[in-house]
């Protein structure tokens, strides 16, 4: 299969939370890129939602549920391609 993304999402494991109106929710990333990543959730979240998610130290990044199927949820990130890149840094070292 072939892979559209103009980015492409690189392997993780960083633990991180999701705030879904008003709560936050445990998830662990399995993957990310600058654009978005998977999560995988114990809960499902509606597509379109907004919501936020903070990634271990990282910092916290705005996003929007763009699938949801099961224990995992793919996000796309809101945020400043910059600072998500500097993140995407530090969670590579």
Same mark, same amino acid.
């Given at each position: 299969m072939? =892979?559209k993304?103009?980015? $492409?999402?690189?392997p993780a494991?960083?633990? !991180?939370?999701?705030?879904? #109106?008003? /709560?936050w929710?445990d998830?662990m990333i399995? =993957? %990310?890129s %600058?654009? @978005?990543?998977?999560? &995988?959730?114990?809960?499902? *979240? $509606?597509? @379109?939602k !907004?919501?936020? %998610? /903070? %990634? !271990? #130290? &990282? @910092? /916290? &990044? #705005?996003a929007? *549920? *763009?699938?949801c199927? @099961? ?5 796309k990130l809101?945020?400043? $391609?910059?600072?998500i ?5 530090a969670?590579?070292?």
């Amino acid at each position: 299969m072939e =892979n559209k993304r103009n980015n $492409p999402r690189e392997p993780a494991r960083a633990k !991180a939370r999701l705030l879904v #109106d008003g /709560q936050w929710h445990d998830c662990m990333i399995t =993957n %990310i890129s %600058i654009a @978005g990543g998977r999560l &995988y959730l114990r809960m499902s *979240v $509606p597509t @379109g939602k !907004a919501v936020r %998610i /903070q %990634i !271990a #130290d &990282y @910092g /916290q &990044y #705005d996003a929007t *549920v *763009v699938w949801c199927d @099961g224990d995992e949820t793919g996000l796309k990130l809101e945020h400043d $391609p910059a600072e998500i890149a500097s993140m995407l840094t530090a969670l590579a070292a």
